[in-house]
């Protein structure tokens, strides 16, 4: 189980002129300062371009912080590393390699011997439920089983975290629910440290054992809402539950005052300036986030 803590984490980028030529600076996180516990899932929600998939990106090492670090049981993220294996949005399979295989990637890369990267890959399909998927492969597989696929191949060469960026987000409702529910089994059973990155309130409730909310651009964590729902895959009706609107209601009052903000600061961007240049916001600041 590993410990990670942000300590005054800033991260801006250029943002090009009319002339082609950075011209201005962007901030994106500014002093975020965050613990997360070892063996903890960490949920972090925040409004649209509030840092949060920067933040994971300088987690898994993709990118660097502009000041301040960022330390894994006290060593500070330099780059990637294999303690640390990172779930996208998009499956990111490849199409040519049948489930199993794909699994196998990670072991490839840590030299492990062809009978025992087998071995693994199986025994981490069956434990995301897909002990007879292991040769088919990406086309074969539905969304969700993709998304399966992508966990079973982070936790198979046994990072210390595991890294989630909205991983649920392009699912149906019905397949979204079952893997988060999946997921906590998951977590109960490896004890990895999770930190999982989404836009949705309830899906933040239902995971996080504690919520760390973001504030609008520049994102920096605005508070860290405690959750205590117990064992929520034991309860078919959490959602109904009034302790989870309880904490539901908490992190949209949070949110709700910053997501005003972030719209505010969009329709601000988007008017042209008073000498009539183009707004320096546009495609680049919507990109990050």
Same mark, same amino acid.
């Given at each position: ?10 991260r801006?980028?250029p ?9 201005? $600076?962007?901030?994106a ?6 613990? @997360?516990?070892?063996g903890?899932?960490?949920?972090i ?11 994971l990106?300088l ?5 660097s ?5 960022i330390?894994?049981d006290g060593?500070? @993220?330099?780059?990637p ?7 996208f ?21 840590k030299? @492990? ?12 399909l069956d434990l *995301? ?9 990406p086309h ?8 399966r ?15 989630m960026?909205?991983? =649920? ?6 397949s ?10 998951l ?8 930190? =999982? ?7 933040? *409730?239902?995971?996080?054992?504690? *919520? ?11 508070a860290?809402v ?17 302790? =989870? ?12 005052? $910053? *997501? ?5 600061a969009?329709?601000?961007a ?7 240049s ?12």
């Amino acid at each position: 189980m590993a410990e990670i803590i942000f300590e005054s984490v800033s991260r801006t980028f250029p943002v090009t002129g009319r002339n082609g030529r950075p011209d201005t $600076e962007l901030t994106a996180l500014h002093d975020v300062n965050l613990r @997360i516990r070892p063996g903890e899932l960490a949920v972090i929600v925040g409004p649209s371009g509030s840092g949060k998939s920067t933040l994971l990106d300088l987690l898994g090492g993709l990118d660097s912080p502009t000041s301040g670090r960022i330390l894994l049981d006290g060593t500070p @993220i330099t780059g990637p590393g294999l303690n640390r294996g990172v779930v996208f949005q998009q499956y990111a399979l490849l199409p040519w390699r049948t489930a199993a295989s794909n699994v196998e990637l990670g072991l490839e890369a840590k030299k @492990i011997p062809a009978a025992q990267r087998r071995e693994r890959a199986l025994e981490h399909l069956d434990l *995301v439920g897909l002990s007879g998927f292991a040769d088919r492969y990406p086309h074969e597989l539905s969304g969700g089983m993709k998304q399966r696929v992508a966990i079973a191949r982070s936790l198979a060469f046994d990072p210390d975290v595991l890294l989630m960026d909205e991983p =649920f987000a392009a699912l149906d409702a019905q397949s979204r629910e079952t893997l988060q529910d999946e997921l906590l089994r998951l977590w109960r059973r490896t004890g990895k440290t999770i930190v =999982f990155i989404t836009h949705g309130i309830d899906e933040a *409730v239902h995971l996080g054992q504690r *919520v760390a909310v973001l504030t609008s651009r520049p994102g920096t964590v605005k508070a860290v809402v405690d959750i205590d729902l117990g064992d929520r895959t034991a309860r078919s009706d959490l959602r109904s539950a009034p302790e =989870f609107a309880h904490y539901r209601h908490r992190i949209w009052s949070l949110l709700h005052s $910053e *997501v005003d903000r972030a719209q505010a600061a969009e329709r601000a961007a988007a008017r042209p300036s008073q000498d009539g240049s183009e707004p320096a916001s546009d495609s680049k600041v919507s990109s990050i986030g």
